[in-house]
């Protein structure tokens, strides 16, 4: 008797855990952020499959790591010139737009987005907000108020000093340890006025300067010889404008001087008046300008040069625009083009050219052009 009792109260233990490991099994699942407690995993929750899903499997979380950004502010024909060339030379991995105009800002976005399948094309973002810029290795700036018809250069340089202290306050903001090229007219004005407004170091402040005029004269010497221009070499120095300072004492053809075949090269004396080829060089944006409204594709391709040198570190030559106090006896504060190193930390050196004693009194009177408009700016920082 007491045998048959321990078998059925034994039976009546096994049954009822049988009960409860089925209850177990069959109680709903609970939410995934609430999970089962015990030793019971819980069941995870169904997920529909996509095309994604079904196409890739993830291997490894990965964050963006962004080594050589760059940001161009204004979308403009120049900045987009500017954009274009840089996506076309692969410079950056990825490319941020600002602008004020927001639909502007997306069209061209979009279309250059469009392109992607047809170019190793990076990421593009774009904002009229500067936190799209974050982290940028080299800002570029192309914004700024254009000149109105009877303006003088003083009152449109004013006219960019409130706008020029916003962008530059938003830049540093985001990317502290960035490069600046300016592009904006008038460049070497608004060059010194970044520097001032950003209190960045001299060598990560450059203008884009003589850069272009240089590829001009260059270009118009081959036209005259028929020679490519690559295989001319010279230097436009001073102000990227009407008091430029062409270097006909290094004007060379594979290593030959120019000036040991005519001593009057480059002088109001020379019969073959190599002195229209300046004269050219400070009259093709007018004449642009005037044709089609605007220079942007010469002046895009000539950016994309200068940050190619910066970000690849190649340590290139460029006549670009820089504080040029102590040399050649000027002795204001303000920022000429002159032949320079560029690399990662921006300029690196300057060139000491030697120059004609001719050629050292128009870069000072370039100099003085410039500091008669710069010395009367306001600006909120000096």
Same mark, same amino acid.
Request: aromatic letters at 6%.
């Given at each position: 008797?007491?045998?048959?009792?321990?078998?059925?109260?034994? %039976?009546?233990?096994?049954?009822?855990?049988?009960?409860?490991?089925? !209850?177990?099994?069959?109680? =709903? #699942? $609970?939410?995934?952020?609430?999970?089962?407690?015990? =030793?019971?995993?819980?069941? =995870?929750?169904?997920?529909?499959?996509?095309?994604?899903?079904?196409?890739?499997?993830?291997?490894?979380?990965?964050?963006?790591?962004?080594?050589?950004?760059?940001?161009?502010?204004?979308?403009?024909?120049?900045?987009?010139?500017?954009?274009?060339?840089?996506?076309?030379?692969?410079? #950056?991995? @990825?490319?941020?737009?600002?602008?004020?105009?927001?639909?502007?800002?997306?069209? @061209?976005?979009?279309?250059? $987005?469009?392109?992607?399948?047809?170019?190793?094309?990076? %990421?593009?973002?774009? !904002?009229?907000?500067?936190?799209?810029?974050?982290?940028?290795?080299?800002?570029?700036?192309?914004?700024?108020?254009?000149?109105?018809?009877?303006?003088?250069?003083?009152?449109?340089?004013?006219?960019?000093?409130? /706008?020029?202290?916003?962008?530059?306050?938003?830049?540093?903001?985001?990317?502290?340890? #960035?490069?600046?090229?300016?592009?904006?007219?008038?460049?070497?004005?608004?060059?010194?006025?970044?520097?001032?407004? !950003?209190?960045?170091?001299?060598?990560?402040?450059?203008?884009?300067?003589?850069?272009?005029?240089?590829?001009?004269?260059?270009?118009? /010497?081959? $036209?005259?010889?028929?020679?490519?221009?690559?295989?001319?070499?010279?230097?436009?120095?001073?102000?990227?404008?009407?008091?430029?300072?062409?270097?006909?004492?290094?004007?060379?053809?594979?290593?030959? =001087?120019?000036?040991?075949?005519?001593?009057?090269?480059?002088?109001?004396?020379?019969?073959?008046?190599?002195? %229209?080829?300046?004269?050219?060089?400070?009259?093709?944006?007018?004449?642009?300008?005037?044709?089609?409204?605007?220079?942007?594709?010469?002046?895009?391709?000539?950016?994309?040069?200068?940050?190619?040198?910066?970000?690849?570190?190649?340590?290139? /030559?460029?006549?670009?625009?820089?504080?040029?106090?102590?040399?050649?006896?000027?002795?204001?504060?303000?920022?000429?083009?002159?032949?320079?190193?560029?690399?990662?930390?921006? /300029?690196?050196?300057?060139?000491?050219?030697?120059?004609?004693?001719?050629?050292?009194?128009?870069?000072?009177? !370039?100099?003085?052009?410039?500091?008669?408009? $710069?010395?009367?700016?306001?600006?909120?920082? #000096?």
């Amino acid at each position: 008797m007491s045998r048959a009792v321990g078998v059925l109260l034994a %039976n009546r233990r096994v049954g009822a855990a049988r009960a409860n490991f089925l !209850s177990l099994r069959m109680a =709903p #699942c $609970q939410p995934a952020c609430f999970p089962l407690r015990g =030793p019971w995993p819980s069941t =995870p929750v169904y997920r529909p499959a996509t095309v994604k899903s079904e196409l890739i499997q993830n291997f490894t979380s990965e964050e963006a790591v962004r080594h050589s950004k760059v940001s161009i502010i204004g979308t403009g024909s120049v900045g987009t010139a500017c954009a274009i060339s840089i996506l076309l030379r692969g410079l #950056c991995d @990825e490319l941020a737009l600002v602008d004020v105009s927001e639909n502007k800002l997306k069209g @061209e976005t979009m279309d250059l $987005q469009h392109g992607s399948p047809l170019i190793k094309m990076p %990421n593009i973002v774009a !904002s009229k907000d500067y936190f799209v810029t974050a982290n940028s290795s080299l800002v570029i700036i192309t914004a700024g108020a254009r000149q109105e018809p009877g303006e003088s250069r003083l009152d449109l340089v004013q006219r960019n000093v409130p /706008i020029f202290e916003l962008m530059i306050s938003n830049i540093i903001q985001h990317s502290p340890h #960035c490069k600046l090229i300016v592009v904006t007219n008038p460049v070497d004005i608004l060059t010194y006025v970044t520097w001032k407004l !950003s209190a960045v170091p001299q060598n990560r402040i450059i203008g884009s300067g003589c850069n272009l005029d240089t590829a001009r004269f260059r270009f118009l /010497i081959g $036209q005259k010889l028929g020679i490519h221009s690559e295989s001319c070499h010279g230097w436009v120095l001073g102000e990227h404008g009407d008091s430029s300072v062409p270097v006909w004492s290094g004007v060379n053809v594979a290593g030959v =001087p120019l000036r040991e075949l005519n001593s009057d090269i480059g002088t109001n004396k020379d019969p073959e008046h190599w002195e %229209n080829v300046h004269k050219d060089v400070i009259a093709s944006a007018y004449k642009i300008i005037k044709m089609k409204g605007c220079t942007n594709w010469a002046i895009g391709l000539s950016v994309a040069d200068l940050t190619e040198s910066i970000l690849k570190n190649l340590r290139r /030559i460029h006549p670009v625009s820089t504080i040029i106090k102590g040399f050649y006896g000027i002795n204001e504060e303000v920022f000429l083009s002159v032949p320079c190193v560029l690399g990662e930390k921006g /300029i690196t050196d300057r060139i000491k050219v030697k120059l004609t004693s001719e050629e050292q009194a128009r870069l000072r009177k !370039s100099a003085e052009t410039l500091w008669k408009i $710069q010395k009367n700016l306001k600006l909120k920082s #000096c």
